[in-house]
């Protein structure tokens, strides 16, 4: 296994489309994050899912984001009717699961609306 | 509501001096903290963290110091070389309170080691 990875690294898609991200964590992770970084910020916590239950969304998650994880396994993320403030990196993590357990993230899926 | 601040967006060092990256947090449930390094177009990499029961970690050439009544952490990198060169991100979690372990990041701050 090696590392959590995310496709696709780069999507540029027209404002109002659809677009589907998918994060495969380390496979002995249950706990799996997403996270969304824009220009000169930190990376901003969207969800997370504990096996295949989403127990946090931020207020960040609009209506338009839809984020699961079907089998406990690999993680998606859909925006729907994508705008141009979506532009970001969307980052996935993964850790264990313990009290002090680090996250480990993937590579990002940088996404342009144009 | 940034609970968690690195007020320097950029640091510039010379390669074998020691690198101080500083962080300030708001939220007094934090009880632990870690320091990531980001490379342009990857993803965060951990580096150290510590909890909030200790005030100093230390790992090879990276130390971070943690000051709780001035709800304060730094990270010392000694000697600083070339490839230390990056965005370092601090992020804190309320790992008692919020046992999801969601981290909450600062804005982050540059590296740059110079030769």
Redesign the interface.
């Given at each position: 296994d090696t590392g959590v990875s995310q496709d696709p690294r780069h999507k540029i898609t027209k404002r109002g489309q659809n677009v589907t991200f998918r994060c495969d964590p380390i496979s002995e992770h249950n706990r799996l994050y997403w996270y969304r970084q824009t220009l000169g910020q930190g990376p901003e916590f969207l969800t997370y899912f504990q096996n295949e239950a989403q127990l946090e969304k931020s207020r960040l998650l609009s209506d338009r984001f839809s984020a699961e994880r079907p089998k406990g396994s690999f993680s998606t993320l859909e925006i729907q009717r994508t705008e141009q403030g979506d532009s970001a990196m969307y980052l996935c993590a993964s850790s264990l699961g313990q009290p002090g357990q680090e996250a480990f993230f993937g590579q990002g899926t940088r996404l342009t609306v144009v | 509501d940034q609970q968690?601040k690195?007020n320097s967006?950029s640091l510039s060092v010379q390669e074998g001096r020691i690198s101080i990256l500083n962080c300030d947090y708001t939220n007094s449930m934090f009880d632990?903290f870690?320091w990531?390094k980001k490379y342009p177009?990857?993803?965060?990499?951990?580096l150290i963290?510590i909890?909030s029961i200790k005030d100093k970690n230390e790992d090879g050439r990276f130390t971070v110091f943690l000051n709780k009544s001035a709800k304060h952490l730094s990270l010392h990198i000694v000697p600083s070389q070339p490839g230390d060169s990056a965005v370092y991100?601090c992020?804190s979690s309320a790992?008692?309170y919020?046992?999801?372990?969601?981290?909450?990041?600062?804005?982050?701050t540059e590296l740059s080691v110079k030769p």
């Open positions: - | 968690v690195q967006p632990y870690l990531y177009a990857e993803g965060p990499t951990f963290s909890s991100f992020a790992v008692h919020n046992q999801g372990g969601k981290l909450i990041f600062g804005q982050g």
